[in-house]
């Protein structure tokens, strides 16, 4: 998926923080986060509304509905269009 990725330019990724035996992303997120690029992820909010948030590091995450992580509070929200969606 890197490869592919980044032969095609990729810079803004929106992705899913992983739930037990869910497939981990953070390796490729690591990856994104060290070539520069904008790694989006969402937050549950009441009735099953998402808000896409900037997630700067693999630290900045605080716990949410149903067991979910997200981007903590204070990380932007985000409008723009996405290159990938995982």
Known sequence: LWA???ERG???VHSYLPLG???DPLPFLRKAWAA???VVCPKT???RQL???ILPHEQAVEAG???TRHP???CTTYHGPYDLIL
């Open 4 to 6: 592919w990725a980044h």
């Open 10 to 12: 990729i810079r803004t």
């Open 21 to 23: 035996q869910e497939v």
């Open 36 to 38: 520069g690029w904008t």
């Open 45 to 47: 909010l009441e009735n």
């Open 51 to 53: 808000e896409n948030r």
């Open 65 to 67: 509905k149903f067991r």
């Open 72 to 74: 903590a509070e204070g």
